[in-house]
């Protein structure tokens, strides 16, 4: 076959090897990412052989098997002329297609993400207008998650007119989030980390929040003298002092001042660092990390108003920092836990470095009866972690856990009381005990702990009306959570629980406006779950008043992108819906439709989960 060509299945641009190797790259993308920009087939089908059929070595017959031979490269045969002259093989070679920065992500399917399509079908343009509008600061774990996995996603990017970068989008939702393990985590896998400047921009953020002075001076050094933005000028001051190099920042504020530079908090704290001075502080609740970590280096007071900062990464920052007064850091410890930027552990070691008296100790009890304070919970904690005696631990338990009903704390308490309630053994000694203990567990995800209480309970609701009626307010609860399954469950159970929930009980009769609601909360989880609330127990809720219509075209994309299995944008619409508050503020309608969505996606455990925060949140 004189003057064939011969083309190489297989291209590699040495020029590409070379660029990312001085970058500090390598060519071991994330094998769906690399899959789906090649167009070929998911790694889960069988593997293919990187060498063409036609140009594997033959095998000789009746020869013996040939030897695999470890790094042997592919050697192709090549074409003669009949002569026995060798016809010089035109190979052609071809560049790696890019990386895509919007479509890089840490986690697969298998890591606890979502598919690599999970964007296919909707527009990129819905994407890039409701990605930033979602609740960075929500307190339910479950919508947080939901978020969290779905920005760490290594997915391929919605169909469209690119007009935002969305990786930028996803990198400042992460940084909103306060998620900074996932922030940093992505950023090491995005090819124009080091040259996009709002991505540097959000890591160098990040790290000042983190207190991770070593890597963010590193990251300004790289930046100095490249720009003439003020921010990186006034962060590359801050690291010169950290340095020792007082003369070179001095002089270096003095040209920012003559340059007309408005920062006077900067000035302040700068002057503070490199004088010593104890400048009063009036206001930071528009501070910049920056700003921050000033203070915290200068060994500042902050101010109030920054521990009512609703930014997690903020609310860490103020947590952790030891020099702060007591008060202002457990406040910001509590609702950073509420955030999920801080684990429970970390909280409960904070209320545990508290230096309480043996006197403050011992009244704790009493002290929590009529202070409501971050203080007060830390006290009533600490005396909780020394108690041996079982029956005065139960006693902690029920007023810490009732204490917290009212003040929005609830979740964080039940999650720092979670381990001493499982390590209580239920007895007919603790029945009072029960129905808390019950629903604290119900609240942390721990439903094999419930059934034991549960038994306590049905034990003594033979006998005795009041454990009857304990017994049927957590039934509905526990059947939410899974707790009890199709073949254990009684509609009727319904109606047992609005009597038991409207039932006088000593001499203060329950709120029925309160019942109420609790009872259109819980009938509309339920049955957003699958079960099926009687009409006549629907009937007893209906009441005069406006309702609460949820936005009409964010409803109807919703239900569209839940029935077409689009699961990215299920969970995008669902958490704009649901907001940043406390769901057991959320329209109980808004919250049966975001539960039925998500089961409609195919994401039952996250509805689940969601419907169980819900019901506890609105004190079912």
Known sequence: MTGSRVKSRTHVSFALVTGLAAAGLSLSVPADVATAQQGMAPLSQAPQPLMPRALEPRQEQGAPPRAPVLNEPVRPAQPSDGTGSIVPMDVESAPLAAIDPDSVGTLGRDQGGFDFDM???TRRSLVETMLPQMPARTVSPTLRSLMARLLLTNAKAPAGEAKKSLIELRAAQLAAMGDSAGLDALLKRVPTRGTDPALLRVEADMLFLEDDNSRVCALVAGQS???????WRKADIFCQILAGEQARAALGADMLREEGDKDNLFADLLNALLNGAKPKIDSMANAQPLHLVMARAAKIALPADVAKSSHPAVLRLIATTPTLPAEQRLDAA???EAM????TNMLR???AGMPF???QLDKALSTAQTDKSATSRALLYVRASHETAPAVLAQILHQALEAAHGSGRYPTQARVYRDLIAGLAPSNDLLWLAPEAARALIATGQVAGVNNWFEVLRASAVLDDQSARMRDRLLPLARLSGAINDEDWDPAAIGKW??????VEGANPPDADEVRAQAVMLFNLLEAMGDTVPDAQWEKTVSSGSAVVPNASLWRQLQAASVAGRVGETIMLSSVALGAGSLGEVDPTVLRFVVESLRGAGL????RALAVEAAVAAGV
């Open 334 to 336: 509590e609702r950073a």
């Open 357 to 359: 008296s043996k006197d």
């Open 604 to 607: 039952i455990n996250d509805a």
């Open 340 to 343: 999920g930027v801080i684990d």
């Open 119 to 121: 964007w296919n079908g």
């Open 498 to 503: 609005y009597d038991a929930a409207s039932a």
């Open 349 to 351: 070691e904070i209320y």
């Open 225 to 231: 003298g490249t720009t003439d933005d003020n921010y």
